[in-house]
């Protein structure tokens, strides 16, 4: 038994458990039983549910009738389903508690991270080096904002397979087998089924991958396409078990209003990120705040070991192979172009590559950025002696993990715990806040309905209290004439059978919005089912006389056939399995030193951090997050201190200050505003921010927020709040000075400040602005310089009945110091008859605001006494009343001015 024993521990791969243990001290709060109140949190925890419902009625999640307010959504057509069919089966079977199971889901995207990379690793690497590698992934800062901020469970197991998908390859690359081969396409179709924004710039990556591991791994020419033809085989198994997501989701969104419901949020211009930022330290969070700013950063010191990594391999005179040294390099050469996608210099690529805008987000290649870092953060462990090799591993583990634990901690609060089971009804109410379907922004609505927001018919939130399949009949297409009973039991899993009788033919429409693969029978027979109303919804037509209608959703075509595809690559990879199991037993390789020595004192370590953690340090302390005073946020320039209350309840909200990221403008305004709950709040606050002119009488931009940044019901009262906005300026605004103004308002008033006003002044903004640029047929050329600083290159004049349109066409040469108003004085044969003087652009853009290099028009309405045959026009100072002297002029001058003929 001794004996047996020793020889277990001898097999056993200790730095696989050692990568493991790394993982669980980010895993481990996971355990307190809360949902973190992350920004996606909701939505995943309502579709784990959804798929649940789907399943306990027996059929494969496609159509969610219970969301969008009982309307149906086809919101597991587009939105990939494992983890949530994997979850909602323990749920329907186990009755396991769906918080719970969305808690394991996280734990599990962090647990797979460790032992992914480590594995990757020793492909081409030893325990040592692997294992630092799979601290630097495990420990990258992106993880901690995907885990507290975020919260998208799918893309965060989505990264986690990333490191198992090249693991697959490689293995197969150097040594191929059946099995092998399987195990690589399973892997690589749980990616695409987890995440399919993930998949999508992975593949690419991996399709690289399968030729360049075939060609590194191969001995000669015929071997190496013998590696590349299997590993390109496992590579498309893959996609083919993927296939009963991929197929329907792009072969159907063209039944979505996809191409027009992305906002400015989702719009790919707007996410680039500085490289400042992306390789940037990771800062220390204020544990005052409630939701503060993680940097989208790399991590400095897995930057610093890729750079080691990349010099190492460079460097000709060491003992690497052409397997490890092409690894680095591709890795290196991969890392570069996604820190280059991540940044605005690559919008050319983003806007060229087909559906790569629909990522929305180009940070989200961060986590294809942390694998990317394995390789190098290996390698140069390879190269140190062995006397040193230990050593140098471990501090590079524990200076990973220091330089990252300032976004280690969760800062925040959580969702307030849900009274019995969550069901389909709690997915409605969460709709109420505006996310319909359980989307950010509500993108696969069926293109027949104009449902873009909550419909104003609400559900019976009583009817979905459990998992049937449900859904009733529109009361309103229902004639007065007509009767219409709700049968118990319909002939589908996915149906409902009606009773029907009607003095005359009449279209019944359904609680459903029609999308295609409704299907329906009238007294046994198949009937057409179509789109009506507004609404959208399924619609059948129904004579005269008593009827018994049953109506079901049975999916497409495209829907079945992409089931068949993936069963049949599912057969595939089991008859490989058994063609594995049956073949004969290779011979070993090349064993490797069996010294367990390093992986256990990592192992270790690990408990004796998580130990320490989670006894001592989160509790009791405040190390790596520090706590400023609530008035004063980590971060804020401006002090506001205003509050806000909604009439007749009281002071119930303060705009402590704000941060403002530019203090001109040419496309949009990013802002920061930070908020504090005076007490619990009900409702659904929201902002509105505009700029406008100094008068009010322009609107420049204007933005309104269905919320104020975070569900409100959520804040505490001795935290603030983080509320980054982005306000994206009109088409065509000329330079100017703008005011930015801030509101509060709700469904039932503006609220008031305790400034007795309704909208606040922020502060006033330069606007760069659009340039003229080509100058109309119609203006006339005049060319007139004034002083040093100033030319009217043209203008026109249109009279009215009583008033004269006047457009000036300026170019500023340089700065100018005065504010100077144009004096425009009508003349009749050299005598005064009236004066109209006005700053050119009113207060709204004084002189000495101007710029050199901008070109402006202003528009001026002037009164037009009819018996004037001149208009004299030139600028002076208001303050001295001195003239600004032309020096140049391609039309008629007199006293300084401009003489501009009225006579037909």
Same mark, same amino acid.
């Given at each position: ?8 521990? #001898? ?5 696989? +458990? ?52 009982? /309307? ?33 889901? =996280? ?49 965060? &197991? ?33 990616? &695409? ?9 992975? *593949?690419? /990556? ?148 087909? /559906?790569? %805008? ?8 961060? !986590?294809?950025?942390?694998?990317? &870092? ?36 969760? $800062? ?45 018919? #609400? ?72 789109? #009506?109303?507004?609404? !959208? ?31 049949? !690559? ?32 990592? $192992? ?38 205003? =509050?806000?209350?909604?009439?007749? $309840? ?89 005011? +930015? ?28 602005? %659009? ?63 009236? =004066? ?6 009113? &207060? ?57 003929? *009225? %006579?037909?």
């Amino acid at each position: 038994m001794k004996n047996r024993f020793q020889i277990l521990i #001898q097999k056993f791969d200790w730095g696989l +458990l050692a990568a493991l243990m790394l993982t669980l001290p980010i895993a481990a709060p996971f355990m307190n039983g809360r949902l973190p109140a992350t920004a996606d949190a909701m939505l995943h925890l309502h579709r784990l549910v959804s798929a649940g419902l789907s399943l306990n009625n027996g059929v494969y999640p496609r159509w969610a009738p219970h969301l969008h307010a009982g /309307f149906g959504y086809p919101l597991h057509n587009f939105y990939t389903p494992l983890w949530h069919i994997i979850a909602g089966s323990l749920y329907i079977t186990f009755d396991f508690d769906a918080v719970h199971l969305w808690l394991a889901a =996280q734990a599990a995207g962090v647990l797979l991270c460790g032992p992914g990379a480590y594995l990757f690793a020793r492909t081409f690497a030893s325990r040592p080096a692997a294992l630092v590698a799979a601290a630097a992934y495990t420990w990258a800062p992106t993880r901690f904002r995907e885990i507290w901020d975020q919260g998208n469970v799918s893309q965060l &197991i989505g990264i986690a397979l990333v490191a198992w998908v090249f693991w697959g390859l490689a293995r197969l690359a150097k040594n191929p087998s059946p099995g092998k081969a399987a195990t690589a396409a399973l892997i690589i179709a749980a990616l &695409i089924l987890t995440h399919h924004p993930t998949a999508f710039y992975v *593949l690419p /990556f991996a399709g690289l991958y399968t030729a360049a591991s075939g060609a590194l791994a191969g001995d000669n020419h015929p071997d190496r396409v013998r590696r590349i033809v299997v590993c390109a085989a496992a590579y498309g198994l893959g996609i083919v078990v993927g296939t009963i997501y991929w197929l329907p989701s792009v072969t159907e969104v063209q039944y979505t209003r996809l191409d027009q419901s992305i906002s400015s949020a989702f719009d790919v211009r707007n996410h680039f990120k500085s490289l400042d930022e992306i390789l940037g330290p990771t800062p220390m969070l204020d544990r005052t705040a409630y939701n503060p700013y993680r940097p989208l950063n790399i991590g400095i010191v897995q930057v610093i070991l890729a750079a080691v990594g990349c010099a190492t391999a460079l460097w000709p005179k060491n003992r690497l192979n052409g397997w490890q040294r092409g690894h680095v390099l591709a890795a290196s050469l991969g890392l570069i172009g996604c820190i280059f996608l991540m940044t605005d210099a690559s919008l050319w690529v983003w806007e060229n590559v087909p /559906f790569a %805008e629909r990522l929305s987000f180009p940070w989200r290649l961060l !986590g294809m950025t942390a694998f990317l &870092i394995v390789p190098g953060a290996a390698i140069w462990v390879e190269v140190i002696s062995s006397k040193w090799k230990q050593s140098l591993a471990a501090a590079a583990i524990v200076m990973i993990v220091v330089s990252v634990l300032p976004a280690a901690y969760r $800062i925040g609060g959580y969702f307030p715990p849900f009274e019995g089971k969550v069901t389909a009804a709690d997915a409605q109410r969460y709709e109420d806040i505006g996310v319909l379907g359980m989307t950010g922004e509500n993108e696969y609505l069926p293109r027949w309905t104009d449902f873009q927001n909550r419909p104003a018919a #609400q559900p019976d939130y009583s009817l979905y209290e459990n998992l049937d399949w449900f859904f009733q009949v529109w009361d309103d297409s229902i004639p007065q004439s007509a009767t219409v009973h709700q049968l118990e039991k319909s002939g589908h899993r996915t149906g409902e059978k009606f009773e029907i009788e009607a003095e005359t033919p009449f279209a019944l429409q359904i609680r459903q919005m029609y999308f295609p693969g409704w299907e329906a029978t009238l007294d046994g027979k198949k009937i057409e089912v179509y789109p #009506q109303g507004k609404q !959208g919804l399924a619609t059948v037509d129904i004579p005269a006389g008593k009827h018994t209608l049953d109506i079901w959703y049975g999916g497409t075509s495209n829907q079945h056939l992409s089931m068949w595809v993936t069963l049949f !690559g599912l057969l595939i990879c089991a008859g490989l399995y058994l063609w594995q199991f049956f073949a004969p037993a290779a011979a070993p390789g090349r064993q490797e030193n069996k010294n367990h020595r390093f992986s256990l004192a990592i $192992i270790a370590l690990s408990l004796l951090w998580l130990v320490v953690n989670q006894t001592y340090v989160i509790p009791q302390t405040t190390w790596f997050r520090p706590e400023k005073p609530l008035t004063q946020p980590d971060g804020m320039e401006t002090a506001v201190g205003v =509050q806000f209350f909604q009439p007749g $309840i009281g002071y119930r909200l303060e705009l402590i200050g704000y941060t403002l990221k530019q203090n001109e403008v040419k496309d949009d305004l990013n802002l920061t505003l930070y908020w504090r709950a005076l007490q619990l709040l009900d409702g659904n606050p929201r902002l509105n921010l505009t700029l406008t002119s100094r008068d009010q009488t322009q609107i420049y931009g204007q933005l309104s927020t269905y919320n104020l940044g975070f569900a409100v019901e959520n804040w505490p009262v001795d935290q603030y709040i983080v509320h980054n906005v982005r306000l994206e300026l009109n088409p065509n605004v000329p330079p100017s000075i703008s005011v +930015l103004r801030l509101k509060v308002f709700d469904d039932q008033a503006i609220w008031q400040t305790n400034q007795d006003t309704q909208d606040l002044v922020l502060q006033e903004i330069r606007i760069k602005g %659009e340039n003229w640029d080509d100058l109309p047929d119609s203006a006339a050329m005049v060319n007139v310089k004034f002083g040093d600083t100033l030319t009217l290159k043209a203008l026109e004049a249109t009279p009215q009945a009583d008033s004269l349109e006047l457009t000036l066409y300026w170019e500023v040469r340089g700065d100018i110091k005065h504010d100077y108003t144009l004096f425009l004085h009508y003349e009749k044969k050299g005598e005064p008859l009236l =004066q109209a003087d006005q700053p050119p652009f009113g &207060i709204n853009y004084r002189t000495s605001e101007w710029r050199e290099g901008e070109k402006l028009v202003s528009h001026l309405i002037l009164p037009h006494p009819l018996e004037a045959d001149t208009l004299l026009i030139g600028l002076y100072d208001a303050e001295t009343l001195q003239r600004l002297p032309i020096t140049d002029a391609e039309t008629p001058v007199q006293s300084d001015g401009i003489v501009l003929s *009225l %006579e037909n």
